[in-house]
């Protein structure tokens, strides 16, 4: 049960490194239904303290407390992968573990009181037990837990072959779905998810939107994606110079009430610095005069009793461009028939386009479809399996993959290697550029074998820019950089004259340079016009006028008249109506006989618990103690497996009206 006050509070937190001050005496707190974005440049500190939180990182007692009955859910951005053997299924039903643990305890005190002779002293708070139990149980989703653990499952890029595979047959990025699963299947009291849209393409991104915005908990999020903080909080901190600032809007909110609020400060700032000065003026002047000395020390007390105000320390403005792009000819890329298959399976076949000068392009699809495949056959990385792709007159192409980071040489730091990458870029740009990717100050003076993998990332990716082209690929490129760095790159994009092919699944920063779509799905590459948000709402239209034509097509089809037909549309509908028996009894075959066998449970366990009752209802029943605590304990037995016969029955019937609506869909009934 949720309190009516906070849930889940930081108390006076107070860590200091060494000269730097990560947090001083932060106090925040969690109530019910709180949607937050957790904001702020790379090291403020958000990760810490959402590890402080979910008590991964330990602190003083006391700092965080929550309410009784308070469960917490953290999802970290990376993890080691599972090597184990367990099936994915079975791996996400762990979510369920204590209402699993429950129904075993229950099986066993049915076991035991069965056993039980019915003058046994421990028998009475057996049967306590047992009732408290199963009540429990009534109120879970233990009878559901199935079609549950299968709908987040499906939501998040499963497929139903994925079911049985073993875990260590997943990447990292599809185990680390599964723990995200898991996590929403626990559904705790918080959710403290540190880039839970890291490893997600664009269709599941938006899947987890709408499962968050209807999620019954609170959550706290970091991410570094506007669209999704605009859609799924409410709610901003902001971690700055060892402070969290509150605001109470989603992340477009907090970029325009923190310009105002630094306006405001700005202002009350320069009024105050000028109330200084003119006092410091009188203070100057008639320091030596004697007559003045009251008026002198008064002005002095008042300068040292004032309480200054202080400017937040804005985000250092950085503004880069992409250097000239090199003279070409308006045509840039022509593909025809191009066509890849790994080990037998196709991932794009035929594919044709052509791009101009200054085209930019959002290449998007759900993961594994052939997005990164397609850039890696453009850059001349991997070789294509038939068709061609040609490249316009004076084209330079540039590529950002995630294996440039491997490629960097350990031994010079972040300055040098832009140094050896972009001859043409003074000191001051290279300097600049770096600062765009994060790196400042003696930052670029790290030597490329301690930085960390995202900081390798966003040293290849600076490395590629600064090199001319008029053609740049690029794999990912947002995934280790913060809002501003985001911002930064996107104002670049949209200014540089050349041309863009972009992998990402970032809405918001691709919507503003972007103007065209490459959707890779089911073996092609379809094109569209327009940007991200464009192309969405299109194929939402596309797939409204699909479902209203299947309707019109079925509505045509039911007010044919019955002898219409001619004697092959006869032959036809009769082939038609063995194959949708087939189809029926392949899809649904196993739902049939569970629905059967249940629906025979049911009946059985009802005849035997209606003799129960009768049995129950004589008087001299209740004058035999043991007699009454055996019968008793039968029909609390017999419930039991009543109800479970009754959700086995539920379950396979929801699947066959599933499976009947897709039949009734297909076939036009």
């Given at each position: 049960m949720w309190r009516s006050l906070d849930v889940l509070s930081?108390?006076?937190?107070?860590?200091?490194?060494g000269e730097k001050h990560l947090f001083k005496n932060v106090s925040v707190q969690v109530n019910r239904g709180n949607r937050i974005a957790l904001v702020g440049v790379n090291g403020a500190g958000k990760t810490t303290l959402l590890k402080i939180m979910a008590g991964v990182s330990a602190t003083d007692d006391g700092v965080v407390t929550c309410s009784k009955q308070f469960t917490v859910g953290y999802l970290p951005q990376e993890s080691e992968p599972s090597t184990s053997a367990i099936s994915l299924y079975e791996e996400a039903k762990k979510a369920f573990a204590p209402?699993?643990?429950?129904?075993?305890?229950?099986d066993v005190l049915h076991q035991t009181i069965s056993c039980c002779d019915a003058q046994d002293p421990t028998l009475e708070k057996l049967l306590q037990r047992q009732g408290e139990l199963q009540h429990r149980l009534d109120g879970s989703a233990i009878y559901s837990m199935r079609a549950k653990i299968e709908k987040v499952l499906d939501?998040?890029?499963?497929?139903?072959?994925?079911?049985?595979?073993?875990?260590?047959?997943?990447s990292g990025g599809w185990q680390m779905r599964l723990r995200l699963a898991k996590m929403l299947l626990e559904a705790p009291s918080v959710l403290l998810l540190d880039e839970p849209t890291n490893h997600l393409d664009l269709e599941t991104l938006r899947w987890l939107e709408q499962f968050l915005i209807s999620y019954d908990g609170a959550m706290?999020?970091?991410s570094h994606d506007r669209s999704f903080l605009d859609k799924a909080t409410t709610m901003t901190w902001e971690v700055s110079l060892g402070n969290v600032n509150i605001f109470k809007g989603n992340y477009s909110y907090y970029v325009k009430e923190k310009q105002e609020r630094l306006a405001v400060e700005r202002g009350a700032y320069e009024n105050q610095q000028a109330k200084i000065r003119q006092t410091m003026l009188f203070v100057d002047r008639f320091r030596s005069k004697a007559t003045k000395a009251k008026q002198v020390q008064s002005r002095v007390k008042q300068l040292e009793k004032m309480e200054m105000v202080e400017l937040s320390a804005?985000?250092?403005?950085?503004?880069?461009?992409?250097?000239?792009?090199?003279?070409?000819?308006?045509?840039?890329?022509?593909?025809?028939?191009?066509?890849?298959?790994?080990?037998?399976?196709?991932?794009?076949?035929?594919?044709?386009?052509?791009l101009q000068r200054g085209d930019k392009v959002a290449v998007v699809g759900v993961n594994g479809a052939g997005k990164s495949t397609l850039l890696k056959i453009l850059a001349g990385e991997i070789e294509a399996d038939a068709g061609q792709k040609k490249f316009g007159s004076g084209v330079v192409k540039t590529y950002f993959g995630q294996h440039q980071a491997q490629e960097l040489s350990p031994q010079l730091s972040a300055l040098d290697t832009m140094a050896l990458s972009g001859e043409a870029l003074s000191i001051?740009?290279?300097?600049?550029?770096?600062?765009?990717?994060?790196?400042?100050?003696?930052?670029?003076?790290?030597?490329?074998?301690?930085?960390?993998?995202?900081?390798?990332?966003?040293?290849?990716?600076?490395?590629?820019i600064a090199i001319p082209a008029n053609c740049m690929l690029l794999d990912e490129p947002t995934n280790h950089l913060d809002m501003n760095s985001q911002d930064i790159l996107q104002e670049a994009m949209g200014q540089y004259d050349g041309t863009i092919i972009v992998v990402s699944h970032n809405r918001y920063f691709l919507d503003t340079f972007v103007n065209k779509v490459f959707e890779v799905k089911d073996g092609k590459i379809n094109v569209y016009g327009g940007n991200v948000t464009e192309y969405l709402q299109k194929v939402e239209a596309i797939a409204e006028e699909g479902k209203r034509q299947e309707q019109d097509a079925t509505r045509q089809e039911s007010v044919q008249e019955p002898g219409e037909g001619s004697g092959q549309n006869?032959?036809?509908?009769?082939?038609?109506?063995?194959?949708?028996?087939?189809?029926?009894?392949?899809?649904?075959?196993s739902w049939l006989k569970v629905a059967e066998e249940s629906e025979k449970q049911v009946e059985n366990i009802e005849e035997e618990k209606e003799a129960l009752e009768v049995t129950m209802a004589d008087p001299a029943l209740y004058s035999d103690e043991d007699a009454w605590s055996a019968v008793s304990a039968d029909y609390e037995a017999c419930?039991?497996?009543?109800?479970?016969?009754?959700?086995?029955?539920?379950?396979?019937q929801g699947k066959i009206e599933e499976g009947e609506a897709k039949l009734a869909l297909k076939y036009g009934e």
């Open positions: 930081v108390n006076r937190l107070d860590i200091r490194y209402i699993i643990a429950l129904q075993e305890e229950v939501g998040l890029g499963f497929t139903s072959e994925d079911m049985e595979k073993e875990l260590h047959s997943f706290v999020v970091i804005e985000d250092q403005q950085i503004h880069f461009s992409f250097p000239p792009a090199p003279p070409s000819g308006r045509d840039m890329l022509s593909v025809k028939g191009l066509s890849k298959s790994y080990r037998g399976k196709t991932v794009f076949k035929d594919a044709e386009f052509e001051t740009r290279q300097r600049s550029l770096l600062g765009a990717f994060l790196f400042r100050g003696d930052e670029v003076d790290k030597k490329v074998a301690v930085l960390s993998g995202g900081e390798k990332s966003r040293l290849a990716l600076a490395k590629m006869r032959k036809e509908r009769k082939k038609q109506e063995a194959q949708r028996r087939q189809e029926r009894s392949k899809l649904l075959g419930k039991t497996r009543l109800e479970r016969a009754y959700a086995s029955w539920e379950e396979a």
